[in-house]
Structure formats: structure tokens, C-alpha cells
């Protein structure tokens, strides 16, 4: 599988973006999908994950109630829509997806996409 992201860019505080993340292949519905995220001089961190059938998804406590990860099998495509972004917020963020069980554990994530750069202005 090979995973594409796009969607990041600048945008000031209390604004929003929407990510994208398309697989290839015809097994997309197989994967859990996750988004996480690495500041600098950070380590990378669990943002969000969604279940092979979109029912059951998962946030880190800093995104409840601002980001939403939804996806669409038909078009092997996973979002995270950001919204009330803050400069904490700042980061590469990267898919992943994951044919195992757990949601939260990076170790659980078979494949990687290359990363989008989300930066918050204050």
C-alpha cells in the first residue's frame, strides 16, 4: 500500500484544514487508517484512527473536539478535518494504516505516507 497525503499549509490560529490521504491498491478496506503527527524536536504522536469500516474512531485528547477522521473505501481516501487550529497544532502530519488491531501504537502500522507539513500561526 502506498499512501499519499496532502492538505497541509499555513494557516493563522482558530482557522482550519482538511488532509487527504489516498492509498493505492484495491485493499484500502482492510486497514485501520491513522493520522499522526510530529512537531519539532518531538516525537511523532497519535493524532486520530478510524476503523476498517469508518464506524469507530479514536483522538488523542489535545484533538477531541476539533479534528474529525473520516474515510471513504470507494475512494481509498482518509480525511482528518482540523478545525480551531491552534499553533500547538503545528507539525508534520502523517497516515498510516494498519492491518493489526490496535489503534494507537505506531509500531502497529504497516505503512507510511510521506508526511504534510500543517502550520499554525498565532
Known amino acids: 500500500v502506498q499512501l499519499q497525503a496532502s492538505g497541509g499549509g499555513l494557516v493563522e490560529a482558530g482557522g482550519f484544514l482538511r488532509l487527504s490521504c489516498e492509498a493505492s491498491g484495491r485493499t484500502f478496506s482492510r486497514y485501520i487508517m491513522g493520522w499522526f503527527r510530529q512537531a519539532p524536536g518531538k516525537e511523532r504522536e497519535f493524532v486520530a484512527a478510524?476503523?476498517?469500516?469508518?464506524?469507530?474512531?479514536y483522538y488523542a485528547d489535545s484533538a477531541k473536539g476539533r479534528f474529525t477522521i473520516s474515510r471513504d473505501n470507494a475512494k481509498n481516501t482518509v480525511y482528518l478535518q482540523m478545525n480551531n487550529l491552534k499553533p500547538g497544532d503545528t507539525a508534520v502530519y502523517y497516515c498510516?494504516?494498519?492491518?493489526?488491531?490496535?489503534?494507537?501504537?505506531?509500531?502497529?502500522?504497516?505503512?507510511w505516507g510521506q508526511g504534510t507539513q500543517v502550520t499554525v500561526s498565532s
Open positions: 478510524i476503523s476498517r469500516g469508518g464506524t469507530s474512531t
Open positions: 498510516a494504516a494498519n492491518s493489526d488491531s490496535n489503534y494507537f501504537t505506531m509500531k502497529n502500522y504497516d505503512y
